[in-house]
């Protein structure tokens, strides 16, 4: 082997000096920063270990249209069909450290089971349904953990922190298939202010163009803080790339009313609500004659203690709000920068107030609540609505309403008991006007006619 063919085979002294300058930088370069861990990866990274996977088992019970007929010949040897299940999966994100958990209700309504599987985590908890609610199609659950365990709650960004354009990632389950991330930007923020006790819309909600695939229902979306600005809801199937999420201004709005004392099982009347997102704890609503508005409590107030104990989130406020159904709460406020004020408030049950004697005083009409057993008294084939037992003399409900008709609505909506019937009537100032919903029944002969119309009464 000559000189020339030695040359080309090993590398010359200057080649190698070159190749370890390169190899130094090379690995001066990997010693650095990472830049793949932009604020993508960090928001991910933060968001991660709040988001759940939802599964719910939903029992339903087979009817055999023939059932009947063998039961009643073969008795103690027909065999029931067994119910059958079925299941959902969807997802959530914990937004308390006690194990609180935000979905869809749609994603949890009618289940008879919920499960939910932290998405760092194999961990698999039963959880129970806290509240629902219809009108925002939000439910928040609760982890059944072990006493004292903590989980790692997602951050709220402001109620209107947003911003046309910016980057936004929606987190979820798709498919069922673990957690997953997509990433998009904000289309568009809500457009319209929904209106009291109708149900959101896409007017209502944010428009993003980050994928959200089936089973995503639930999940967050959040900006590059890591921030909660949104849950996904929905998707527009007549196109590509649009999906939508419920604002968090509105989920704030939604847990200021779903976790308030009124709507949890005590059914304790407390008659303010207080901001549930980011921030201070501050009152945004006092209602008239509310053992809130008689213990002093005014919009603005910033409540810093409750019994001498500094509430860590608006979840436990509100538990030890709803926890007052023997004593008095002690509140510390603060009104004005530097001005802290002590008050008092005793909750009282709702029944109390919000019953039939305040539908008499409002309108001059007297309901009872249709039990099955007054049913069956007037010949009626349900429970729906309530009678009219009463009306007071020279009122507009004299010439309207006459004793043993039926109110089956109060201004379009169908309250469920007395105390909802009275509430919706509460709202309503001096002189505004209530719409009913009436039945009429008469008896001809062997039959019975209903006759349905509407009948407008004045609040007094």
Request: aromatic share 6%.
């Amino acid at each position: 082997m000559n000189k020339a063919k030695l040359w080309r085979v090993w590398p010359s002294p200057i080649f190698l000096a070159w190749a370890v300058v390169l190899c130094g930088a090379v690995g001066a370069e990997r010693t650095g920063p990472d830049v793949r861990r932009d604020a993508v990866v960090a928001a991910v990274e933060r968001v991660l270990p709040s988001v759940v996977n939802i599964g719910t088992e939903t029992i339903v019970r087979v009817r055999d249209p023939f059932e009947e007929f063998f039961r009643e010949f073969w008795g103690p040897y027909h065999r029931r069909l067994p119910p059958q299940s079925r299941y959902s999966l969807g997802s959530g994100v914990i937004i308390d450290e006690a194990g609180y958990v935000l979905t869809n209700g749609h994603v949890v309504r009618r289940a008879d089971k919920i499960w939910v599987q932290l998405s760092t985590r194999p961990d698999v908890y039963e959880a129970e349904l806290v509240a629902l609610d219809e009108r925002t199609d939000l439910a928040l659950l609760r982890l059944k953990a072990r006493p004292g365990e903590k989980f790692t709650a997602i951050k709220f960004a402001a109620d209107d922190d947003l911003l046309l354009g910016e980057t936004v990632l929606a987190l979820g389950n798709p498919f069922g298939l673990g957690g997953s991330v997509s990433r998009g930007i904000l289309s568009s923020k809500a457009r319209q202010v929904p209106i009291e006790d109708a149900p959101l819309e896409t007017q209502s909600w944010l428009q993003i163009d980050a994928p959200i695939n089936p089973g995503n229902s639930g999940g967050p979306l959040v900006n590059l803080n890591g921030e909660l600005i949104g849950l996904n809801t929905a998707i527009l199937r007549e196109a590509q790339g649009i999906g939508f999420a419920i604002p968090v201004k509105r989920i704030n709005e939604a847990l200021a009313e779903m976790l308030a004392p009124e709507n949890a099982r005590t059914r304790l009347w407390f008659g303010a609500r207080i901001y549930a997102g980011a921030g201070p704890r501050k009152v945004i609503y006092v209602e008239p004659e509310s053992p809130a508005a008689k213990a002093g409590l005014e919009v603005g107030d910033v409540i810093l203690e409750v019994d001498g104990k500094v509430p860590r989130s608006y979840i436990e406020l509100a538990e030890m709000l709803a926890a007052a159904d023997k004593a008095p709460l002690r509140l510390k406020v603060q009104r004005q920068p530097g001005e802290v004020r002590s008050l008092t408030v005793r909750l009282v049950p709702e029944r109390e107030f919000f019953n039939a004697a305040l539908i008499q005083k409002k309108l001059g009409v007297s309901l009872q609540e249709l039990t099955p057993e007054l049913a069956d008294a007037l010949g009626l084939s349900d429970t729906e609505g309530f009678i009219v037992s009463g009306v007071e003399r020279g009122t507009p409900a004299a010439r309207l309403l006459e004793p043993g008709m039926r109110v089956i609505s109060i201004d379009g909506r169908q309250p469920a008991d007395l105390i909802e019937a009275a509430k919706i009537i509460y709202r309503k100032q001096r002189g505004e006007t209530v719409r009913l919903g009436v039945v009429v029944q008469e008896r001809r002969g062997n039959f019975i006619f209903s006759r349905t119309g509407t009948v407008e009464l004045p609040v007094r």
